[in-house]
């Protein structure tokens, strides 16, 4: 009788044991140290990448970025900006009448977690200088967090976060 118990509990804990553990994209949950080094360096390359082409092409250089995907949204300063990709494209589309130049600066405490092979997460602060189309010139500093995901041979922003440094009130 207890001989009968004894091996199918043997049974279920080496397979217990020996299961691979995957994450939802079908990826081992724990990648190679040099995987993951790769998926960083990758990341940080396109973070530069994001800032260049945004500072050269202009502001609609941002539809490139995100992910045309029903799984793409973007919040800022607490509120959702864009609920979607098609959202974003039309937002995308109006900022030329408000902003003609403009230029973006990742800060230097740039990170990347890489969480698989195709999604990592990314955070810097930020620097942005925009000219309106009247010529005034915008400075805003902030926080942006995202989700990078690498499809279709490039990596883009599944979902974005932007925060603001507000304004220090002048002293009277």
Do not use: N
């Amino acid at each position: 009788m207890r001989l009968r118990l004894f091996v199918p509990l043997i049974g279920i804990f080496l397979l217990a044991g020996c299961r691979h553990h995957l994450s939802f994209s079908g990826e081992a949950d724990e990648m190679s140290a040099p995987r993951a080094a790769a998926v960083t360096a990758d990341v940080r390359g396109f973070m530069q990448t994001v800032a260049q082409d945004i500072t050269r092409d202009g502001p609609t250089a941002w539809r490139r970025e995100f992910a045309d995907t029903p799984a793409f949204f973007m919040a800022a300063e607490g509120r959702l900006a864009f609920a979607d990709s098609a959202a974003a494209t039309a937002g995308i589309a109006q900022l030329p009448k408000f902003i003609k130049e403009i230029e973006l600066r990742w800060g230097d405490d740039l990170r990347v977690d890489p969480l698989t092979q195709d999604l990592a997460v990314v955070g810097s602060s930020y620097h942005e200088s925009r000219v309106d189309p009247a010529g005034k010139r915008t400075e805003e500093s902030g926080y942006f967090t995202a989700v990078a995901q690498f499809r279709e041979g490039h990596w883009q922003f599944r979902d974005a976060h932007w925060s603001v440094v507000p304004a220090t009130p002048a002293v009277p």
